[in-house]
């Protein structure tokens, strides 16, 4: 008798649980909440064509200067 009343609980936990995330994706679904990105020049991105040399000259300047500036940056 125990058992069935502990099966029980834990079904109807399970449905509760199932039952609220199926409702928080249906609420998140709506339009209101999906964006769609711009075109990368919209925000200011422009495509440098770097080489991987200069990509990582620029990755270990920017590091030094993090580094430097920053010394309680783990």
Do not use: C, H, W
Not at 8 to 14: E, F, G, R
Not at 42 to 63: N, P, Q, R, S, W
């Amino acid at each position: 008798m125990r058992k069935k009343k502990i099966k029980k609980t834990i079904v109807i936990v399970l449905g509760v649980i199932l039952s609220l995330f199926a409702l928080e994706r249906l609420y998140n679904s709506r339009a209101e909440f999906q964006t769609v990105a711009e075109d990368a020049s919209y925000y200011g991105i422009i495509d440098a064509k770097l080489t991987t040399k200069e990509k990582l000259e620029d990755f270990e300047y920017l590091y030094n200067v993090l580094k430097e500036e920053f010394p309680f940056l783990k």
